[in-house]
């Protein structure tokens, strides 16, 4: 047995008797169907969302691919083809959730691999694990080892059926079949709603026989809208049979030629062989943790950090070409589609922790630049006016009865925002001349065009705010913050690369209108008496904007504003601005209350995934668990990138019963943070 797959076994042998705090594993021993919230294993491209039912997964989410689906005119993830459906009996009879006992299901998060395991009355038992194989973005891969009491015979059935949401699906299967290999290919073609997509998907089974010796491998089409491939296989009583199926997805939106593509990609995986795949899977999530955050005194924080952790590093991947929606890979939420979410909570945590995960962030965003230059343009303004919901065109695709479409502008500065700090973090000039500058000028130019001139200071009109329940206002606080930095950010940006700078931009910076209320709080908006708020607005302005610096203020804010918030039907992120500025004042007890507000309550079972509000039911809110990340990192962690792109460490408090904060390989230079008591 070759060393890799050894130490795969003896993974799988010692997480039985993990621990729920254990710091890298999650398991579920009370599989309750009703009460059950699937985890994403995702690679960055493809996301496998599990399911309470035995060999089954519940979705598989394929990033990139969007059109008009369910909402009407504007476009969605779409669902997508199921690779690891698997169909198993064992003596002729069919496995289900009904006839099994013991069902536990676990998950590394330090490998990405998702395990379960169950016996079949008191016949067999099965153990079973999948993965989004890290270094293959369109390839998942199943593990399956059946183990018999007695002699008897295994089915097994994998089954690919089209989605109802494609078309005109075209159902193949071939053999390859050298003299060295066998690799059965089970290949269902589909078109999206509209057409303009075609999306591929191949399976294929790898044996562990020696060649010529495997199972033959039989294709059946049972209707019009699905096939399978199947096999059936003889096994002695108390001897192991495993076997491996290997799946790809891809669309015409990856690649011109899915289908083949898909196949070739298949016999990739297949010829690689397990061993191998297995390796190079775990080798790329090592190299992913180098970058991690330890916390000793608290094991629950500990295993819920990390959790945050492995979907943000599993929903984002480099070179991808496609950003971060609220709820990533692990469904279809939110449609899929890219909000300020991205920049404002999910990009600084991936900044410091993987710098070129985060830049395929803003890279998106560039590369739809010129859409958003349209955009500017059809409201007649001047630059790049970014849209609130962005899929994959780059133009506007919030439902047109949405207000925030056409009135939450923050978005644009947002933008700049994350442009500017991926310089300031990396000091990459040429990325700075080449396309960060594009982006601030641009973004910059709105904002002129954009503001209204009121004797020596200037307005920005009718918004609808960060707190989205004030819609059509007048000098929104944090809109009116976050333009004054994208036009600050664009005269340094000009400064830095030597070129013209306008004093235009300094002049609005500089006077942009901001007030307080009667009790020296900052007012939210002209309009705003005290009414609740959905979400942190003004607080942002403490951070990660910076643009009130005052102790005594943000205290004031925070004090007024927290109490503003409703206990529920909030999203989680504001809680967690909240822990990150007690946090930075000093303030440890009113830190660690917040921090188990921002997301404990919003955890669903089995695996504690997270959710967007208090009794929510649509996880995995990645968005959330950016906020709690930055909570830790730049709050109880003291993490601070510097106007000269220097990340060093301030002074703040974290939870009193914290013994130790370790955060590692952080930024460019790879440095490693420790706070202690």
């Not at 891809?250 to 062989?273: C, F, K, V």
């Not at 962030?361 to 919901?389: H, Q, T, V």
Request: net charge negative; with cysteine.
């Amino acid at each position: 047995m070759k060393k890799t797959l050894l130490i795969y076994l003896l993974i799988l042998a010692g997480l039985g008797s993990i621990k729920s705090q254990n710091p890298w594993v999650i398991e579920a021993d009370k599989i309750d169907p009703a009460n059950y919230y699937g985890i994403s294993v995702s690679n960055g491209m493809i996301g496998v969302v599990s399911s309470p039912e035995p060999l089954k997964v519940k979705e598989v989410i394929l990033a990139g691919v969007y059109d008009y689906y369910g909402r009407g005119r504007t476009s969605n993830f779409l669902p997508n083809f199921n690779l690891l459906d698997l169909n198993l009996s064992i003596g002729w009879e069919n496995v289900n959730g009904s006839n099994i006992s013991n069902f536990k299901q676990r998950l590394d998060m330090k490998t990405g691999m998702f395990t379960a395991s169950f016996d079949f009355k008191d016949i067999a038992s099965v153990e079973y694990s999948y993965y989004a194989l890290r270094h293959l973005p369109y390839n998942v891969m199943m593990d399956v080892k059946v183990t018999s009491l007695k002699d008897t015979h295994l089915v097994v059935e994998n089954v690919l059926k089209t989605p109802s949401a494609l078309r005109d699906n075209q159902l193949y299967y071939n053999e390859i079949n050298p003299s060295h290999a066998y690799l059965p290919l089970l290949t269902s073609i589909a078109k999206s709603p509209s057409g303009k997509i075609t999306i591929a998907a191949t399976n294929t089974f790898l044996f562990n026989e020696e060649h010529s010796k495997e199972p033959r491998v039989l294709h059946e089409i049972r209707d019009n809208d699905s096939h399978l491939m199947k096999f059936v296989k003889e096994v002695k009583a108390n001897k192991p049979y495993s076997f491996t199926l290997v799946g790809t997805l891809i669309s015409s939106e990856h690649i011109n030629d899915p289908y083949n593509q898909a196949e070739r990609l298949a016999i990739y995986a297949g010829l690689q062989g397990h061993d191998d795949l297995l390796a190079r899977h775990c080798a790329e999530w090592e190299k992913l943790w180098k970058s991690d955050i330890i916390i000793e005194g608290d094991d629950q924080a500990q295993q819920d950090i990390h959790n945050m952790m492995y979907h943000l590093y599993s929903f984002t991947r480099a070179g991808s070409g496609f950003s971060l929606s609220p709820m990533g890979l692990s469904g279809l939420g939110y449609n899929g589609h890219v909000f300020w979410d991205t920049e404002m909570f999910m990009f600084l945590p991936l900044l410091v922790l993987q710098p070129e995960m985060a830049k395929e962030l803003i890279e998106y965003r560039f590369n739809r630049l010129d859409a958003a230059k349209r955009n500017a343009l059809s409201y007649g303004y001047k630059g790049a006016m970014y849209p609130w919901e962005s899929a994959s065109s780059g133009e506007e695709e919030t439902p047109v009865w949405a207000l925030s479409g056409t009135y939450e502008h923050h978005i644009t500065g947002d933008v700049a925002f994350a442009a500017w700090h991926y310089y300031l973090a990396t000091q990459d000039k040429t990325w700075l001349r080449e396309k960060g500058w594009a982006i601030l000028k641009n973004t910059a130019d709105f904002w002129v065009s954009r503001v209204s001139r009121k004797g020596a200071k200037y307005e920005i009109k009718n918004v609808v705010c960060a707190d989205e329940w004030a819609e059509n206002v007048d000098n929104n606080a944090y809109t009116n913050a976050i333009a004054k930095l994208n036009l600050l950010y664009a005269y340094e940006c000009a400064k830095v690369l030597d070129l013209p700078q306008q004093n235009e931009w300094l002049d609005i910076a500089s006077n942009l209108v901001f007030s307080t209320m009667e009790n020296g709080v900052t007012r939210e908006h002209d309009t705003y008496t005290g009414q609740n708020i959905k979400q942190a607005d003004v607080n942002l302005l403490a951070y990660p904007l910076k643009v009130i610096a005052d102790k005594d203020q943000i205290r004031r804010d925070l004090k007024y504003y927290e109490a503003k918030v409703p206990e529920k039907d909030t999203p989680a992120m504001t809680q967690a601005i909240f822990s990150l500025l007690y946090s930075r004042l000093g303030d440890a007890d009113s830190a660690n209350k917040w921090f188990n507000d921002s997301y404990k309550p919003n955890l669903l079972p089995p695996f504690r995934v997270m959710a967007e509000t208090k009794g929510g039911t649509n996880p995995y809110f990645i968005t959330g668990a950016g906020g709690v990340l930055q909570t830790v990192i730049m709050g109880f962690g003291g993490i601070d990138i510097l106007p000269d792109g220097k990340i060093v460490q301030q002074k703040t408090a974290m939870p009193s019963h914290w013994k130790k904060l370790v955060i590692s390989n952080i930024g460019k230079e790879k440095k490693t943070f420790v706070i202690s008591k």
